[in-house]
């Protein structure tokens, strides 16, 4: 039993909710770094960058399509890696995922620029961001949508005809604080981009190295606490039910 706990994502809604929005605009804030950056390439929007794909090789863009396929492989690897990182670090995974993004997200400001084809200095930014989605992810493999909002879109809005008929589910009072979370922090994104150009990642890099901080003292001070790991029980990881402490 202490060993799934171990490995779980916080139920704790007072920790977990905190700690998704934070994430989700630290998302859209690097994204839009990125794509102003690096030429409207999505560091965490692969369904945008999927679309990319499709139009360069039906035009036969080969530095195109390399460009973008190189970006999906990689973030899917992040989110490959933080998974597997996350079950060997145990009740540790908040603080050590956590600042693994922030490193990664200053090292892309040293690594080399690479091609159009391979960006090189975009794929530490693009991992961090794949690496992102197994922090609040539970033993299920079910996680938070951090880093993109399709899927809280169409999730509000079935929640909306659903809280109509009676049958919302917890869920539901997430989505759209998700989505706005993202949105500021891509509005933030942008300002700072203008004004710092690639350094703008320091800000993101920044907000991951505060919340490892925060959570590597939540892991000390409460280890055996809900607001670390444990199980979130018939709820999914974006129910907002109240768990025990």
């Not at 030429?39 to 530095?63: A, I």
């Not at 809280?163 to 700072?192: E, H, K």
């Not at 203008?194 to 190295?209: N, Q």
Request: glycine letters at 10%.
């Amino acid at each position: 039993m202490a060993e799934t706990q171990n490995k779980s994502f916080p139920a704790s809604a007072a920790t977990r909710i905190p700690f998704a929005l934070a994430l989700s605009a630290v998302a859209g804030c690097a994204d839009s770094i990125g794509f102003l950056e690096f030429s409207q390439l999505f560091m965490s929007f692969m369904s945008g960058n999927t679309t990319r794909f499709g139009v360069s090789v039906s035009r036969f863009d080969w530095e195109s399509t390399s460009r973008v396929a190189s970006v999906i492989v990689l973030f899917c690897f992040g989110a490959f890696a933080g998974t597997l990182i996350a079950a060997w670090v145990g009740r540790w995974r908040l603080s050590v995922l956590l600042l693994l993004q922030s490193v990664l997200l200053t090292i892309g400001l040293i690594v080399p620029h690479g091609t159009f084809a391979f960006p090189l200095h975009a794929y530490p930014i693009v991992i961090a961001l794949g690496l992102q989605n197994a922090t609040l992810q539970d033993e299920g493999g079910r996680s938070l949508a951090l880093t993109y909002v399709t899927g809280a879109v169409v999730r509000f809005g079935t929640g909306l005809a659903n809280l109509m008929l009676g049958t919302v589910a917890p869920s539901f009072w997430i989505q759209a604080p998700l989505w706005a979370a993202l949105s500021t922090g891509a509005v933030i994104g942008g300002f700072l981009q203008l004004r710092y150009g690639e350094d703008a990642f320091l800000f993101p890099a920044a907000v991951s190295a505060l919340l490892a901080l925060i959570a590597l003292v939540l892991t000390i001070v409460k280890p055996g606490s809900r607001y670390v790991s444990g199980e979130v029980e018939t709820h999914p990881p974006d129910g907002t039910a109240a768990a025990k402490i």
